[in-house]
């Protein structure tokens, strides 16, 4: 990010708070479902993560 003149974002800890708590339900809810539906759900979880660049 250096390197292409970018602001570094600020993370606040409720930011990281909510990203670990919303991280956590999502592993729990995976672990009954079969492979496909796990991989899913792990896609989906990254495509909804903000980008903060």
């Known amino acids: 990010m250096k390197e292409a003149g970018l602001p ?18 999502i592993a729990k809810f995976g672990d009954d479902l079969s492979e496909s539906f796990k991989n899913k759900s792990v896609r989906q979880y990254v495509e909804d993560q903000p980008l903060f660049w």
């Not at 974002?9 to 956590?24: A, G, Y």
């Open 8 to 25: 570094w974002p600020l993370i606040t800890e409720d930011d990281l708070d909510r990203q670990s708590q919303r991280f956590i339900a």
